[in-house]
């Protein structure tokens, strides 16, 4: 962040005074990301050989220390640290940019934080923003259909799973992979719907979404054990990755699901 004095030109009669206005004003630089998730994985071709692999998934990982700072975010101030819950609530392959070789997280727009409490082991808040692809099942409306109800940080951990999940079928498959497994969502959301809707008539919207409002779709875990079966002999890695979606991070109740820092611990 820069901060500098603004400078004023005044036109009086012909002539010009230069003044100078005694606020100062911050400006911040900001990155330049070459590609989003969603473009890179439109214009690369997948890893080949293991250290390629490697390397991507190393890369991608450094989204949930990115993670992790938000949810326990510090700031320094004249000396004095103040720790602070926050929410980024918002994750998903359009907000993850490559930059010089590195993903890095973006888009904070509707990100949330409140000064910790010692007393919180599980902090909870009514969050704005989200998506509804990568949204955890917890983050639905309530029975009024008016409010949010509050939810824990654990919704990046869910909506991150969903990153991952898509990396994953693009190193095995490639792009046309990641259209063919959006296609499979949508049919499994049409058909809850019509199970539950039986007297609706006409074209089912196609909603996508990873989960049935309570859990991971079945049809996204069988997706995964399909991807394991036609890995890469050179791939030693996106099966586990999967086994970690699969386990930890896909899981519908919140209060079990994996904590950033024991993400970061397991993909570092």
């Known amino acids: 962040m820069l901060k500098f004095a603004n400078h004023l030109v005044i036109t009086r009669g012909g002539t010009s005074e230069t003044g100078t206005i005694k606020a100062n004003i911050s400006n911040i630089i900001l990155e330049y990301g070459d590609h989003d998730v969603d473009e890179y994985f439109m214009e690369f071709v997948p890893p080949v050989f293991q250290s390629e692999i490697k390397s991507f998934w190393g890369c ?54 409140v000064k910790k409490k010692n007393t919180e082991t599980d902090p909870k808040k009514v969050v704005a923003g989200g998506t509804e692809t990568y949204s955890a099942p917890e983050r639905r409306y309530s029975s009024s259909g008016t409010r949010e109800g509050a939810v824990s940080q654990k919704i990046d951990i869910w909506s991150l799973g969903c990153v991952f999940s898509i990396a994953a079928t693009w190193v095995v498959l490639g792009h046309e992979g990641i259209r063919q497994f ?16 039986a007297q609706l008539t006409g074209p089912y919207p196609n909603l996508d979404y990873f989960h049935n409002g309570r859990e991971v779709l079945p049809d996204v875990l069988s997706w995964h054990a399909y991807l394991r079966s036609v890995l890469r002999k050179s791939d ?5 990755v999967l086994d970690l979606i699969d386990n930890e991070m896909f899981v519908g109740d919140a209060g079990c699901r994996i904590k950033a820092t024991e993400l970061l611990q397991k993909t570092g």
């Not at 030693?236 to 586990?240: D, E, G, H, V």
């Open 60 to 113: 991608l990982f450094d989204v949930a220390d990115a993670v992790k700072h938000i949810h326990h975010l510090k700031v320094n101030t004249e000396g004095r640290t103040q720790g602070f819950n926050g929410w980024h609530a918002k994750i998903k392959p359009d907000n993850i940019l490559t930059v010089q070789g590195q993903f890095k997280l973006a888009d904070p727009g509707f990100a949330t934080f």
């Open 182 to 197: 959006t296609e499979l969502r949508q049919r499994s959301i049409r058909k809850i719907i019509g199970q539950q809707a």
């Open 236 to 240: 030693t890695i996106t099966s586990s």
